[in-house]
Nanobody, 122 residues
Framework: VQLVESGGGLVQAGGSLRLSCADS????????MGWFRQAPGKEREFVAA????????YYADSVKGRFTISRDNAKNTVYLQMNSLKPEDTAVYYC????????????????WGQGTQVTVSS
């Protein structure tokens, strides 16, 4: 599994970004996918996760109602649509993959991308 994130950048508060995470693995649909983030000086934290078929999604309370996770198994890609961005959303965002059930704990994920920087200015 090779995960490559894209779509990060600099945006003003209140703006939107869409992150993508592409997987070269042909068995992408076998994996639950998650997004995590890490801000400077802070631990990595859960953002959102989606089951293998998109039937179940989970969100951190801090992003609920603003972020949407989705996936397109035909394109081996998972997305994170981020709206109403706040300065506190500034972080490096990572996508991750795990077999079997979706989870919210980073220690359960086996594969990680390299991360993409999201910076929200006030």
């Amino acid at each position: 599994v090779q995960l490559v994130e894209s779509g990060g950048g600099l945006v003003q508060a209140g703006g939107s970004l869409r992150l993508s995470c592409a997987d070269s693995e042909r068995a992408f649909s076998n994996y639950a996918m998650g997004w995590f983030r890490q801000a400077p000086g802070k631990e990595r934290e859960f953002v959102a996760a989606i089951s293998w078929n998109g039937g179940s999604t989970y969100y951190a309370d801090s992003v609920k109602g603003r972020f949407t996770i989705s996936r397109d198994n035909a394109k081996n890609t998972v997305y994170l649509q981020m709206n109403s961005l706040k300065p506190e959303d500034t972080a490096v965002y990572y996508c991750a993959a795990k077999l079997s059930r979706v989870g919210v704990y980073d220690r359960l994920y086996n594969y990680w991308g390299q991360g993409t920087q999201v910076t929200v200015s006030s």
